[in-house]
């Protein structure tokens, strides 16, 4: 599409609603130091980047598309930020290994019972720890195929022909998509479900609270706990993944 063109205009004024809805959903997990008001604008840029760059013939829906573009524009500018403490990735990475430890030795799901001990505090307070390193878990998922390059270009920029996939880059995003899936029907039930209606169903945590009859704190930590354990396992197949 030739940049600058009416039919340019009129797309990204069409989606514009979906850079609210990604921005809307992400600004949830966020702090209030963090400015809603530049994510939309890293948004915006994100969008803009999808209309210009959208291939029909890939067989992905234009929305779908812009959707993983708009959201790695904005977890780009979040990373620019840096906008989670020190210390929350600190204690992010204790739960983690100690999940790990917990995994390795028993073979299966760590309970949050046997993190609580294993931690040498109380399951009340280990859900305070959930509450705590949310944050990190969030962005993990959503950021687990984006690049780390200073430069911050997504993988969609670094490809030499961006109208074709590369063919190792989508081997190993259809792998990681694989172990997830696997990995999803191994959790306990109430974590599934509630990985599924946030991410495959684009319900946010309230609705999902009330869906359930829970409260949003507590959605937010069985949230966190599922998405700790997905990353558990993507860690045995690559020690790299953050």
Not at 50 to 57: G, K
Not at 78 to 84: K, T
Request: net charge negative; glycine share 4%.
């Amino acid at each position: 599409m030739r940049p600058g063109s009416a039919l340019e205009s009129e797309m990204v004024e069409k989606y514009v609603p979906l850079v609210r809805n990604v921005v809307g959903r992400l600004a949830m997990t966020l702090p209030p130091h963090v400015d809603s008001e530049d994510l939309y604008s890293a948004g915006l840029t994100g969008l803009l980047n999808a209309v210009r760059q959208y291939n029909p013939s890939a067989g992905t829906s234009f929305e779908t598309y812009a959707r993983l573009r708009i959201r790695g524009a904005i977890l780009d500018e979040l990373r620019r930020m840096d906008w989670v403490p020190r210390s929350v990735h600190t204690k992010a990475r204790r739960v983690q290994g100690v999940m790990n430890e917990i995994e390795q030795k028993k073979g299966r799901i760590a309970t949050e019972q046997e993190m609580a001990a294993a931690l040498k505090i109380s399951v009340p307070e280990y859900r305070e720890w959930l509450e705590e390193i949310r944050p990190a878990t969030f962005v993990c998922l959503d950021a687990a195929f984006s690049n780390d390059h200073d430069d911050s270009s997504s993988q969609y920029d670094s490809m030499a022909d961006q109208r074709q996939e590369d063919p190792m880059d989508g081997t190993a995003r259809r792998e990681v998509a694989r172990v997830i899936s696997d990995r999803l029907q191994e959790l306990p039930e109430m974590q599934r479900k509630v990985l599924a209606l946030y991410y495959f169903e684009d319900m946010r945590l309230r609705e999902i609270a009330e869906a359930f009859g829970l409260t949003e704190s507590r959605i937010c930590q069985i949230h966190a706990q599922g998405i700790l354990s997905i990353k558990s396992f993507l860690l045995k197949y690559d020690p790299d993944f953050a």
